[in-house]
């Protein structure tokens, strides 16, 4: 991990900024190794990757990242059967968000529960080799996860700084990030209004959250392809989850995505 990357975050802990604790100090850049804050809590970094989760992770948690780490290094082609079955294009339906970014100068972007990184990858696809403005950012509390989307964002000379961390405490700095992205996995958190809070905690004032998960439409919900879906895979009848958006939100904003099977929740702070 680099400098900028660790300037953007904070100790999971406490609160306060955080630094490179090498022995050949001043390290601009760290692999492995220990970062440490000014009240002294210590973190580790793995192939670059600061691991920041604090409190301890709940049970049930545990259980969910349990699942994603065994998935990890096969969940491309978990989520390429959807492509048929919901009559999609889920990598190029991705490139869509980049619909939110300023059309010129830097945008800082993070994608929370970056996955394998297909989100980046879709914005990588749309924006070629103009990717240079983009400070990128991503975030897993799965290891298994975080390890296969490093790989690809190296395979592609991406320059994504990726954080080891859980959403319910996600240990960016407020005001942050011009764009706030999640997608797959707010149904099932335990805590759903604490995400989004801090999802608009590190948007800078103005800044978009855009939030997409599986949630048939309404209309779809009504017709025998939209209940067949939501037969076979319940997580399709989740509804958006409106009643927990943070109440200082702005310009909130529902649509749906992906054939109609996602809901996209969109507001700015
Ligand atoms: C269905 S996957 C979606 C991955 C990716 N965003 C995508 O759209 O393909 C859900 C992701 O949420 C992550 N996740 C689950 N619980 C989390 C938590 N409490 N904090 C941060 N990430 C979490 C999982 O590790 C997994 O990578
Ligand atoms: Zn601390």
């Known amino acids: 991990m680099k400098e900028p990357h660790l300037a953007a975050l904070k100790c999971p802990k406490c609160g306060k900024k955080l630094s490179l604790n090498g022995s050949n100090a001043p390290l601009s850049e760290i692999e492995e190794g220990e970062i440490v804050c000014e009240k002294g809590h210590i973190w580790t970094v793995t192939n670059g990757i600061p691991s920041l989760v ?15 780490d065994e998935m990890a290094e096969n969940y491309d082609e978990l989520v390429k059967e959807y492509d048929e079955w919901l009559s999609v294009n889920m990598m190029k339906e991705r490139e869509n968000f980049s619909h939110f970014i300023p059309i010129e100068g830097s945008a800082r972007i993070i994608d929370v529960s970056v996955g394998t990184g297909a989100n980046f ?8 080799g103009k990717m240079g403005r983009f400070n990128l950012h991503g975030m897993d509390l799965s ?3 975080l390890k296969v989307s490093n790989a690809k964002f190296t395979k592609n000379k991406l320059s994504v700084s990726l954080t080891h961390a859980n959403v319910f405490n996600i240990p ?98």
């Not at 990858?121 to 070629?128: E, F, I, T, V």
């Open 54 to 68: 604090h409190p301890s992770i709940t049970e049930e948690d545990a259980k969910w990242i349990a699942d994603y």
């Open 121 to 128: 990858m879709a914005l990588h696809n749309r924006y070629k």
């Open 143 to 145: 290891t298994g996860m």
């Open 172 to 269: 960016y700095l407020p005001d942050f990030f011009d764009i706030v992205l999640h997608s797959g996995g707010i149904n099932t958190f335990s805590d759903i209004p604490g995400a989004l809070n801090e999802l608009l905690r590190i948007a800078k004032p103005g800044g978009f959250i855009i939030v997409v998960d599986e949630g048939v439409s309404p209309q779809k919900r009504e017709t025998d392809e939209g209940k067949a879906i939501m037969k076979a895979n319940t997580l399709f009848a989740a509804k958006p989850p409106l009643e927990d958006v943070p109440d200082k939100a702005k310009d909130v904003e529902v649509t749906y995505v992906m054939n109609e099977t996602f809901y996209q929740i969109v507001f700015r702070k």
